[in-house]
């Protein structure tokens, strides 16, 4: 593996090192029927490896939390994020560079495309893997290729990011412009291919637009509420209740730098302390 492949990697994984952000005093399994549940994480990353003859080799502290149990679940990004040139050569490059991954370390993680590897790895105390796209740029245009994308181990499908693409604008396009053709074309396809629709990162009238478009129910994977702290990465109540009033699931993000200037950070630590 090379530097410039593990630079990409660890970049990929997002702002949460899912595995190793819990405090150490709650890295173990939970006691009673809390300890035979699934946690997700709906939008995480993986971290803690040592670099052995450039290669990655997980550390004997990421090794202690997969064992843990806190996780049973990463959803984690395999392709590059944002409109640019080869989004989908590296989405495919970027499944391989996973596949691999996780390949090698069968001891702690497993690749899921169903429901059963979820259980599976749950009664195996590995952490399942949930290939994502936090883009709809690796289709370059053409919806068809989420059937290739599923094939490949894709399971959710985010249908903007932060701006403008093809599918409809992001949270942080002044224009607000909502969902394009193509946009409802890639939701029909990754409906019929039975992949989650994702709309976080949607800006406010594509996210209303691709609930309404949306026959099965959809998905915000990492989100606030924008009725309270009003930051266009956050979803306002409307659209939440749209969400749910479909079936769908929310997911609340922990990011301290996405918060109203004054309003006091919230570390992992802190919010789950709170909730004890």
Not at 28 to 56: C, H, M, S, Y
Request: charge should be positive; proline fraction near 5%.
């Amino acid at each position: 593996m090379s530097a410039l492949a593990r630079r990409e990697f660890l970049a990929s994984a997002g702002t949460a090192a899912a595995l190793l952000a819990l405090p150490a005093s709650a890295r173990t399994r939970p006691p009673g029927p809390e300890a035979n549940a699934i946690w997700v994480d709906a939008q995480g990353g993986i971290d803690g490896f040592d670099e052995k003859d450039g290669r990655l080799a997980p550390s004997a502290r990421l090794i202690k939390a997969v064992k843990s149990g806190w996780i049973s679940v990463v959803s984690q990004t395999v392709g590059e994020v944002g409109n640019g040139p080869d989004r989908f050569r590296s989405a495919v490059e970027g499944i391989a560079f996973m596949d691999r991954f996780v390949a090698e370390m069968p001891s702690l993680f497993v690749k899921a495309t169903s429901a059963a590897d979820l259980r599976l790895a749950k009664s195996a105390g590995k952490v399942a893997i949930v290939y994502n796209f936090q883009d709809t740029t690796p289709l370059e245009g053409d919806s068809s290729r989420v059937a290739t994308f599923k094939a490949l181990g894709l399971r959710v499908l985010q249908l903007t990011y932060n701006k403008r693409n093809l599918a409809g604008d992001g949270c942080l396009e002044r224009a607000n412009a909502g969902l394009s053709d193509f946009g409802r074309q890639a939701i029909a396809e990754i409906e019929r291919n039975r992949l989650l629709l994702d709309l976080s990162h949607s800006g406010q009238r594509t996210t209303a637009e691709g609930i309404a478009e949306a026959k099965r129910p959809p998905a915000i994977t990492h989100t606030g509420c924008r009725d309270l702290v009003d930051l266009p990465r956050n979803q306002y109540d409307r659209e939440l209740r749209a969400l749910a009033d479909k079936g769908g699931v929310v997911g609340i993000y922990l990011m301290p730098f996405l918060r109203a200037k004054g309003q006091p950070g919230r570390t992992i630590s802190s919010a789950i302390s709170s909730m004890r």
